[in-house]
């Protein structure tokens, strides 16, 4: 009897994400970009795609907006 209870699994699927968290994951990578040199009304009108694909290559970024 033992066995069999450690071998069903009561938790089958993943959390999901919650909204709250992920407004906050995208403010926060909108003042990443704004800090790497970028207009805030430029980054304001992105949309999360694009923010993320910018993000990947931050150096093309500051090199491209004249940040630090």
């Known amino acids: 009897m033992r066995v069999r ?3 069903q699994k009561t938790h089958l699927t993943r959390p999901k994400k919650g909204g709250s968290r ?3 994951r995208q403010r926060e990578q909108k003042k990443r970009l704004v800090a790497l040199g970028m207009d805030e009304s ?3 009108r992105m949309t999360a795609r694009e ?4 993000l ?3 150096m093309k970024v ?3 907006f004249g940040g630090e």
Do not use: G, I, S, Y
């Open 5 to 7: 209870r450690n071998l």
């Open 42 to 44: 430029v980054v304001a």
């Open 56 to 58: 990947k290559h931050p």
């Open 62 to 64: 500051a090199k491209e």
């Open 22 to 24: 992920k407004l906050r």
């Open 51 to 54: 923010v993320l694909t910018k």
